[in-house]
């Protein structure tokens, strides 16, 4: 699924749009309404953050996304069910965000099994060195999941070589040297780095970490194939974490944001 969408987004000469949600924040059922929101808006993949108390790469937006549902007690199982409830009902294909430690307490095989039947299309393990995840790529090809990588700025060109020999539906383009958040501007080093990685790999690259306005995302075009945003969506949320009643008003504000980004992606 995840390359079929490249494929038709590439023909077209458009970016892919690719929101982040936390599962969880400020609750399962909140979530499930925010991907249908962020389908509808046109999102052509959706990323769903699983919370975890130690994120590798989050920046303080999606760290307290995690804290807020890791204070209600989420548990793994209830994610796979609210993401079935859903997967069925949404365009988009779903990809997971999740700590290998997550993967590893349960157990490479049961783990991807279950999200696979949960209707996951893919993988992104931040803290699975690329380098070293080709017994777990070939658990997760195993279950029908792509195993997206991870490349960042800093990344000589042999690490590369390896950390695409495991990788297929996409690859994730760290846009700077940090964690994610919002940012004005993106490295004036990205374009050497999509540039080296098109001799390197087929697959599409799609740029996050500080993606956050329309500027930025007209920015890629011819760059990149997606873009994604995590930090600057998810922010609209930390005022439902003290006053519950305003998650219509959040969801308004992710929505039109998606809206504009995705209009962005898609000219």
């Known amino acids: 699924p995840i390359a079929q969408v490249f494929d038709q987004l590439r023909a077209k000469g458009h970016l892919a749009f690719i929101p982040f949600v936390t599962a969880g924040d400020p609750s399962l059922e909140v979530t499930g309404q925010l991907i249908r929101t962020l389908d509808h808006a046109g999102a052509d993949l959706i990323e769903v953050g699983f919370p975890y108390s130690d994120p590798i790469a989050d920046g303080p937006v999606i760290q ?29 294909p779903l990809v997971a965000m999740v700590s290998y430690a997550i993967i590893f307490r349960i157990g490479a095989g049961p783990f991807t099994k279950e999200a696979k039947e949960a209707g996951f299309s893919g993988l992104i393990v931040p803290d699975l060195p690329g380098d070293e995840a080709s017994e777990f790529a070939k658990v997760s090809g195993a279950a029908g999941l792509d195993l997206i990588p991870l490349v960042a700025p800093t990344t000589p060109a042999e690490r590369v070589k390896k950390i695409l020999s495991t990788a297929s539906g996409f690859v994730y ?43 930025q995302v007209l920015g890629l ?47």
Do not use: N, W
């Open 64 to 92: 307290s996304s995690y804290t807020r549902a890791l204070g209600r007690k989420i548990k793994t199982r209830e994610i796979f069910q609210m993401v079935a409830s859903q997967s069925k009902e949404v365009k988009a």
């Open 173 to 215: 383009c760290i846009a700077v040297a940090g964690v994610t958040g919002a940012r004005a501007t993106v490295a004036a080093t990205l374009d050497a780095e999509l540039a080296m990685l098109r001799t390197m790999t087929t697959l599409p690259l799609a740029v996050g970490f500080g993606i956050s306005g329309r500027d």
């Open 221 to 267: 075009k011819g760059k990149a194939d997606g873009a994604i945003v995590g930090s600057a969506l998810v922010k609209y949320l930390e005022a439902c974490a003290t006053d519950i009643s305003q998650v219509d008003k959040a969801i308004g504000q992710i929505k039109a944001a998606a809206m504009e980004l995705a209009s962005a992606a898609h000219q």
